[in-house]
T-cell receptor, first 119, second 112 residues
Framework: GAGVSQTPSNKVTEKGKYVELRCDPI?????LYWYRQSLGQGPEFLIY????????DSGLPNDRFFAVRPEGSVSTLKIQRTERGDSAVYLC?????????????????FGPGTRLTVL | AQKVTQAQTEISVVEKEDVTLDCVYE???????LFWYKQPPSGELVFLIR??????QNEISGRYSWNFQKSTSSFNFTITASQVVDSAVYFC?????????FGAGTRLTVKP
């Protein structure tokens, strides 16, 4: 597709359940980012992939959160034992190359987000 | 640790007024990048501008202009002759290496 897509657009789950959120980056973009945005707040960095590897996962709040990008394209954010405090919009972004690499302009293209509600 | 502060939570102006959105950042690195993003009511973040720490030239793009001052660690954004379509939440962000740290955003409402 032309832009970053995320599925599902909305996810409602019960406390304690496991959820997976998917991100399809723009074709050819090597860098992929996950953010979480709570109401009235700016996006909060979670993790960033360069290719298949997590280059920086310092933003993951705890070990219930995990993300993978096995083939360097699609990424899945996984949340175990969800809690009400996990409710937020989860945003994915991709960029052609990350900042710091040759030609890496750093412009991130964002997807529409997945709104997660934990009851 | 890097930090971005947008002290203005909400701003309301009347169409055609000029408005400046403030952004102050903190970083220990000498190499970093600053960004502004717009988040309209539809929700998707839209990239507006990127600046690296070695380029303090101000930039103008149509009605938008940015004032980067390292001496005050500020990267302010001015909209000239605001329009109703400018109504959105605007985020300033800082990146040192790959990741991006956003401010809390400023909600701009432009009234007709």
């Amino acid at each position: 597709g032309a832009g970053v897509s995320q599925t599902p657009s909305n996810k409602v789950t019960e406390k304690g359940k496991y959820v997976e959120l998917r991100c399809d980056p723009i074709s050819g973009h090597t860098a992929l980012y996950w953010y979480r945005q709570s109401l009235g707040q700016g996006p909060e960095f979670l993790i960033y992939f360069q290719g298949t590897g997590a280059a920086d996962d310092s933003g993951l709040p705890n070990d219930r959160f995990f993300a993978v990008r096995p083939e360097g394209s699609v990424s899945t954010l996984k949340i175990q034992r969800t809690e009400r405090g996990d409710s937020a919009v989860y945003l994915c972004a991709s960029s052609l190359r990350p900042l710091g690499l040759a030609g890496g302009l750093g412009e991130q293209f964002f997807g529409p987000g997945t709104r997660l509600t934990v009851l | 640790a890097q930090k971005v502060t947008q002290a203005q939570t909400e701003i309301s102006v009347v169409e055609k007024e000029d408005v400046t959105l403030d952004c102050v950042y903190e970083t220990r690195d000498t190499t970093y990048y600053l960004f502004w993003y717009k988040q309209p009511p539809s929700g998707e973040l839209v990239f507006l501008i990127r600046r690296n720490s070695f380029d303090e030239q101000n930039e103008i793009s149509g009605r938008y202009s940015w004032n980067f001052q390292k001496s005050t660690s500020s990267f302010n954004f001015t909209i000239t002759a605001s329009q109703v379509v400018d109504s959105a939440v605007y985020f300033c962000a800082l990146s040192e290496a790959g990741d991006m740290r956003f401010g809390a955003g400023t909600r701009l409402t432009v009234k007709p």
